[in-house]
């Protein structure tokens, strides 16, 4: 009897059937890890609202292009600490060829856009397209330059630049005129809409009761004199859009 009991104990203990060992409470638990996601709360298709105004350190981070339009802002802007380029009489179609007016190295402003690590860039086009009779190839090749932006920056802020109207347009009669804007503006809004990217409406706050740009802002009905150009300046300084106001991170 003696023996078969010591066989039981040792065929206990080779089976491994002991007692579970007791956990030491001495011992640090495992972290506990959430799956965080980022919730964008942002109406992308709607233009920027107001805001307070940016400190002029924002300008530093930067970068305006655009047509002869924006060079308004080269010359008679009040930062001086903003990077602003422009081409007269831009074609869109042409952005790589034509040299940017001002400088000496011969860089187009497609060469800008490629080089610039700006967190802030504005675009101004479509002006000098406004006579075409629709706006596809601007649109594609607005799209190609926004891709090229975003491609190894995508947290950077884009803003597209609504054309303002102007008084008149030689060769472009009203009411043919707020027509092309209408399919211009349509064309930019929808690429900011797509590509989750802002545009902004200058019309809201440089317009008069007729709809077209105050007249004291214009020297020829279109390019901004020096009030229109601070005026301009000002309302963009006025609709910045603060991503952190909109972009929540979510971890559960």
């Known amino acids: 009897m003696r023996k078969l009991m010591i066989l039981c104990i040792g065929a206990a ?39 307070d105004m940016v400190n002029d350190e924002w300008y530093d ?82 799209q190609e330059i926004v891709s090229m932006l975003m491609k190894d920056h995508p947290t950077r802020s ?27 503006n349509t064309t930019i809004s929808e690429i900011a809409k797509k590509n989750h990217i802002y545009f902004v409406n200058p019309d809201e706050g440089l317009d008069d009761e007729a709809g077209t740009v105050i007249d004291e802002y214009v020297w020829d009905g279109l390019h901004f004199n020096v009030p229109g150009a601070q005026a301009f300046e000002e309302y963009l300084g006025y609709h910045v859009v603060r991503r952190e106001k909109y972009v929540q991170e979510i971890c559960e």
Do not use: W
Request: glycine share 8%.
């Open 13 to 51: 203990v080779l089976c491994g059937c002991s007692a579970p060992e007791k956990e030491d409470p001495s011992a640090t638990p495992e972290p506990v890890t959430y799956a965080c996601r980022y919730i964008d709360k942002y109406d992308y298709s709607q233009p920027a609202g107001y805001a």
């Open 158 to 184: 884009i803003y597209l630049i609504l054309s303002y109207h102007p008084d008149k347009i030689d060769g472009l009669p009203e009411p043919g005129l707020s027509e092309h804007l209408t399919n211009l």
């Open 61 to 142: 981070t930067a970068l305006f292009a655009g047509d002869s339009r924006m060079g308004s802002i080269a010359l008679y802007g009040t930062h001086d600490n903003a990077q602003v380029e422009y081409v007269t009489s831009l074609n869109l179609m042409r952005i790589g060829n034509m040299p940017v007016d001002g400088r000496d190295d011969g860089k187009t402003l497609m060469d800008i856009l490629e080089e610039t690590d700006k967190e802030n860039i504005y675009l101004l086009f479509g002006i000098n397209e406004i006579r075409n009779p629709n706006f596809d190839a601007f649109g594609e090749k607005l």
